[in-house]
């Protein structure tokens, strides 16, 4: 996928552990300066959501077709794409974590909790695109015990 306003460099984006790598260069490239630094805690938030989402489209999406990263105000927006047409009944749920524990289920109640903006279309040549803006703020670097860039 194509970044408004100019190409990226092509990164092959094929596992989770890909996904949430990538992610954590773009916020360090991109959303990161010498005066802002992601709070680890919105960090953490961050890549669970791309874990859930990329596997998510691997394990029911029949695969995954394109994954983005890019920096917006007030986050980064993550985009998604896989080849299956069908939307999780959840995904418009209220992020209500499931009353019993089967073993899976919680993956979108917990992306509906940490991201904003989410959308799902549907691809005219088949699959879907999920689309979803999570929120990152800067750390506080002037209080004891602030987080500091690496």
Do not use: C
């Not at 794409?81 to 974590?97: K, R, T």
């Not at 989410?118 to 750390?139: N, W």
Request: hydrophobic share 40%; proline share 7%.
């Amino acid at each position: 996928m194509n970044r408004p306003g100019g190409v990226r460099p092509s990164v092959q984006v094929t596992t989770a552990d890909a996904a949430r790598a990538y992610t954590r260069s773009v916020v360090r490239e991109q959303w990161e300066s010498g005066f802002r630094t992601a709070r680890e805690a919105d960090i953490i938030d961050l890549l669970l959501v791309v874990s859930e989402l990329v596997t998510n489209a691997i394990r029911h999406g029949d695969g995954l077709a394109g994954f983005d990263v890019t920096p917006a105000l007030g986050g980064v927006r993550i985009t998604v794409e896989d080849h299956s047409d069908v939307v999780p009944e959840s995904a418009y749920g209220s992020g209500a974590l499931p009353a019993v524990h089967r073993g899976s289920g919680y993956g979108w109640p917990l992306i509906i909790r940490l991201a904003r903006d989410i959308t799902i279309e549907r691809r005219p040549r088949g699959g879907k695109t999920i689309s979803m803006l999570v929120p990152l703020r800067a750390a506080d670097r002037h209080s004891p015990g602030a987080e500091q860039p690496a």
